[in-house]
């Protein structure tokens, strides 16, 4: 099996519609089966309170995998970020920990709720 990483992306509120649309379509050509409201569902802010300023999403990928999301990025000019944030070589378990650690790089809280 392939090492495998977390990557934080991160799009801004005012470009969600955009974003979470392309974000969909690399889903698509991966193979994924998602449905839109399930791309970056994560709304953020610098309180951790309404209204959202960014919107965040965490996945398990391995480097192939980030570099077919990365491709799709550029071509298609999409307005998120893409952070490989840590290895998670036993499945899920460091997931959380590594979007915490991204959290607090990126000074932005998780509005709960």
């Known amino acids: 099996m392939?090492?495998?990483?977390?990557?934080?992306?991160?799009?801004?509120?005012e470009d969600i519609e955009l974003a979470r649309k392309l974000a969909l379509d690399w889903c698509n050509e991966?193979?994924?089966?998602?449905?839109l409201n399930e791309m970056l569902p994560i709304p953020l802010s610098i309180k951790g309170e309404n209204p959202p300023t960014h919107y965040l999403?965490?996945?398990q990928l391995t480097q192939k995998q980030i570099q077919h999301m990365q491709k799709h990025k550029a071509a298609h000019n999409s307005p998120v970020t893409l952070t490989l944030v840590g290895e998670q070589p036993d499945g899920h378990q460091y997931k959380k920990p590594n979007m915490d650690k991204w959290l607090q790089t990126n000074q932005l809280k998780v509005i709960d709720g």
């Open 57 to 59: 999403c965490c996945m």
């Open 2 to 13: 392939s090492l495998q990483y977390t990557v934080c992306i991160c799009a801004k509120a």
């Open 30 to 35: 991966a193979g994924y089966h998602h449905t």
